[in-house]
């Protein structure tokens, strides 16, 4: 977990060319560098002749660029090597699917597999197997040879070169992105150095910028010990107490210098790492009585509620428009807006953190062509589904979260809409008359039960819809109970015990008692459950 500011550098002329040479010089080293490493392949830490890399980039930079240098080669190759596993699975994932289902004649299903609606559309899926087929006997290659595909610059960049009338670019403006994006100006953070950095130093006093220029490019120097001061300074706005906590005790803080060619202006990053805090468990936070935002990710929307520690709903649920549409940087802004406002509201009601559920739909993303339906509602769908941004959104909400003193706690996800729909719904809206409570309302619900330790589902015997002519007891839904492991039914209290059984109700409103063999995982429940004897009849209704 760490913290990244960014601050404007009104550089001059002379100060953009100076950057402009230092970093295509650097960013040459790093290319050289990085080609070395994907050379040397798949070898332990210790065998990547990193010493000996940096000793050789040391006479054409400094020592400490050299390191800069070699640890982001080491972090690329890693990245590369981790999309390759990626990739592969996806890959693994959609021929397993697609032979399933050829395996299946045409129209017709077999252990609830599909088989294809016609000749036509079967020619073509065989076709595409052997396709990814083809393309994992690549990737598969790739990985044993510890020799990953690497693009400095970006291969989406790479291939509008060739399509350049239709991304409404000029040669010479994609030359000018190109080496933009080939600039290295990166320096590592050093403990002890003056101000947190000796490469790339920020006087906390006047803001002012040195930059220790590499061997061959000394004579660029307008400062002492080889050194290039910019005639601008920087301020650091955003979060400036902590970047000063951090320069004046001289702790290790990281400067990136980034140039933006579509406006022409340059920008300084400076980053740090926070301390590691030891994060309460979700009976931990029940234990103690805190509240939780419960937040449920949909398609243009979050759906919010407050849970309290005992799993009952606090006030009314809140709807978080999220319009994820036109480019990453806007994406990514209005993401950022989203998380911010969930954070306002936990802040505003109370509540120690922020429940969410654990989405990930890679296996879905890769077998939706074959899960997810046909023709235009099937494509629909898909979209829907693969612009959901659940891993963003996720450590978006952690880092926002950690820097404001909340807690983030990942659930489940199975079940939560359905259950929160059977058994919250309806309560939620008698509980909130002014607002129109929606099915994505009653699943942050469940999703906040199930982060403090509750079971998701209502037990039965609640109070009735109307408390003036119904008088039932009030079970304990609302307080913490025992769940036996292995399983996701419904905890019950202490009691009488009764093998293997959940409880329902009948035409009578009293409780019945019917045999389950398992749950819905399949498995047999690894110890008893027991019921609570006040809701096995014993209790009458009265009028």
């Known amino acids: 977990m760490g913290a990244r500011i960014r601050d404007r550098l009104r550089v001059s002329a002379n100060d953009a060319k100076v950057l402009q040479v230092v970093g295509e010089h650097l960013g040459g080293c790093t290319r050289v560098d990085l080609a070395e490493r994907v050379r040397i392949g798949k070898v332990a830490v210790k065998e990547n002749r990193r010493a000996e890399r940096k000793r050789a980039l040391s006479k054409v930079s400094s020592s400490r660029w050299a390191g800069a240098i070699t640890r982001t080669s080491e972090d690329q190759y890693q990245l590369s090597l981790r999309c390759l596993f990626d990739e592969r699975a996806s890959l693994r994932r959609s021929i397993v699917k697609i032979r399933q289902r050829l395996a299946v004649p045409c129209g017709q299903r077999a252990g609830g597999v599909r088989g294809y609606l016609n000749q036509a559309e079967r020619a073509q899926k065989q076709r595409r197997l052997q396709v990814l087929i083809a393309r994992l006997a690549v990737v598969e290659a790739r990985i044993e040879a510890g020799r990953p595909a690497v693009v400095v610059g970006g291969r989406r960049l790479a291939k509008v070169r060739h399509h350049l009338t239709d991304a409404g670019l000029s040669e010479a403006g994609w030359r000018e992105r190109w080496e933009a994006a080939r600039l290295f100006l990166t320096a590592d953070g050093e403990s002890g150095a003056p101000f947190g950095n000796y490469t790339i130093s920020v006087d906390p006093v006047d803001g002012a910028v040195t930059i220790v220029l590499p061997e061959p490019l000394r004579h660029l120097a307008n400062a002492p010990r080889g050194r290039y001061r910019l005639a601008c300074t920087v301020t650091f706005s955003h979060r400036r107490e902590e970047w000063l906590d951090r320069v004046t005790a001289h702790r290790a803080v990281r400067y990136d210098i980034t140039l933006d060619p579509v406006r022409g202006r340059w920008y300084l990053d400076a980053s740090w790492s926070t301390p590691e805090s030891v994060l309460p468990t979700p009976v931990e936070l029940a234990a103690t009585g805190v509240r939780l935002l419960a937040v449920d990710l949909n398609a243009g929307h979050l759906a919010a509620c407050v849970i309290d520690a005992h799993g009952n709903p606090v ?229």
């Open 315 to 543: 006030g009314r649920p809140f709807t978080v428009l999220t319009d994820l549409t036109g480019p990453t940087s806007r994406r990514d802004g209005r993401l950022r807006q989203a998380v911010s406002e969930l954070i306002h509201l936990a802040k505003a009601n109370g509540c120690a953190g922020l429940a969410i559920e654990n989405l990930g739909f890679d296996d879905a993303r890769a077998t939706g062509r074959e899960t997810m339906g046909r023709g235009r509602r099937g494509k629909a769908f898909r979209r829907t589904v693969a612009e959901l941004p659940t891993a963003r959104f996720r450590e978006r909400l952690r880092g926002m979260a950690h820097h404001a003193g909340l807690v983030v706690v990942a659930v489940d996800p199975a079940y939560t809409s359905r259950w929160g729909a059977q058994h919250w719904k309806q309560p939620l809206q008698e509980q909130s008359k002014t607002t129109v409570v929606t099915g994505h309302h009653a699943a942050a619900v469940a999703i906040g039960r199930r982060a403090l330790g509750h079971g998701t589902r209502r037990r039965p015997g609640v109070t009735a819809h109307d408390q003036r002519i119904v008088q039932r007891r009030a079970t304990g839904q609302t307080v913490p109970r025992p769940r036996a492991r292995g399983t996701t039914s419904t905890p019950r209290t202490t009691g009488t015990p009764h093998q293997g059984i959940k409880t329902c109700r009948d035409r009578s409103d009293q409780l019945a008692l019917f045999p389950v063999s398992q749950d819905r995982s399949g498995r047999q429940p690894a110890s008893p459950v027991y019921s609570d004897p006040a809701n096995t009849g014993q209790h009458r209704q009265e009028r």
